[in-house]
């Protein structure tokens, strides 16, 4: 049973434009969302976080939206660049060090 | 600072063998968590260790197994291996209590089962 799921395996995007990467999850007993980035042959980097008392965190082109009536988060990267292209993962948490991860999504950011 | 140093980058290994795999964390970091990544299925946390001691566990059989020293350096050993434990096993370090937010990654050991 998935409790954080990426239903988008790609997707692909003409440089400058808007990247939007969705995230659903099902266990209400999150409270701490994050996104991840990994490029091939590197472990996964922080990208940005939300706390569940918030419903946005911006962080220069990144921000992250989170609807927990709908138990849904996004990412949206504007504009977006070549260098944005990787396999995203958003994560969830409730509580110590332990991270449940969606599938991922691959972002191709076109030139 | 140095990163979070896994070893070895890649592994093969026949059908019921053993392996282990090593995770040397951040200087002064104390929390090392392991997981495992495969097609698909994202990564999925294994077990995390902090000052020598299992704190957490995910959902994996008892194969998988792991330990830290003293000096916060991990191993993760998986016994009697199967196919299916091909996959890409990274492990992150934090000071303690990071939620996620203080997680360095390693680059990950490739583990291909033959």
């Known amino acids: 049973d998935q409790q954080v799921k990426q239903n988008s395996p790609s997707l692909s995007v003409q440089e400058g434009r808007i990247s939007i990467l969705n995230c659903d999850y099902t266990?209400?007993?999150?409270?701490?969302f994050l996104w991840y980035k990994k490029y091939p042959a590197e472990g996964p980097t922080f990208l940005i976080s939300?706390?569940?008392?918030?419903d946005k965190n911006e962080d220069g082109r990144f921000t992250v939206f989170l609807n927990k009536s709908a138990k849904h988060l996004s990412l949206h990267i504007v504009p977006s660049q070549p260098g944005d292209s990787a396999v995203y993962f958003c994560a969830a948490n409730n509580a110590g060090n332990m991270l449940t991860f969606g599938g991922g999504t691959r972002l191709m950011v076109k030139p | 600072k140095a990163g979070v140093t896994q070893t070895p980058r890649y592994l093969i290994k026949t059908r019921g063998q053993q392996v282990t795999l090593s995770c040397s964390p951040i200087?002064?970091?104390?929390?090392v968590s392991w997981y495992q990544q495969t097609p698909g299925q994202g990564l999925q946390f294994l077990f995390e260790y902090f000052s020598e001691t299992q704190r957490n566990k995910g959902n994996f059989p008892g194969r998988f197994s792991g330990r830290q020293f003293s000096n916060s350096r991990s191993e993760m050993n998986v016994s009697t291996l199967e196919l299916g434990d091909s996959a890409l096993y990274l492990c992150?370090?934090?000071?303690?209590?990071?939620?996620?937010?203080?997680?360095?990654f390693g680059s990950g050991t490739r583990l291909t089962v033959v």
């Open positions: 992150a370090s934090s000071l303690d209590w990071a939620r996620g937010y203080g997680y360095t």
């Open positions: 939300i706390s569940s008392i918030k």
């Open positions: 266990n209400s007993m999150f409270d701490y």
């Open positions: 200087s002064g970091h104390r929390s």
